[in-house]
Nanobody, 113 residues
């Protein structure tokens, strides 16, 4: 059984920054790619960024240059550093394991003045 616990969401003004964390239990973390997804009200869940076991990253066009995904295998944790946030980044953010398809409970990010 794998559990993913996200943290770090909140309310931030446009142009601000947040860092999301996702801590994974179990032994799967170092053997799986990890991803961050988001879902805004009335929209489908979409991939924001992912990172392979070897550290290769991939980003949605909408966040390139603003968001950075990273992982710490010693801490079983994946991060999403979000800079220059925009109102359209408002969503619930979820982390996900490529292997096994596990999801966290999500953390709300709201960008508003």
């Amino acid at each position: 059984q794998v559990q993913l616990v996200e943290s770090g969401g909140g309310l931030v003004q446009p142009g601000g920054s947040l860092r999301l964390s996702c801590a994974a239990s179990g032994n799967i973390f170092r053997f799986t790619a990890m991803g961050w997804y988001r879902q805004a009200p009335g929209k489908q869940r979409e991939l924001v960024a992912d990172i392979s076991t070897g550290g290769i990253t991939n980003y949605a066009d909408s966040v390139k240059g603003r968001f950075t995904i990273s992982r710490d295998n010693a801490k079983n944790t994946v991060y999403l550093q979000m800079n220059n946030l925009k109102p359209e980044d408002t969503a619930v953010y979820y982390c996900h394991t490529a292997r096994g398809g596990y999801w966290g409970q999500g953390t709300q990010v709201t960008v508003s003045s």
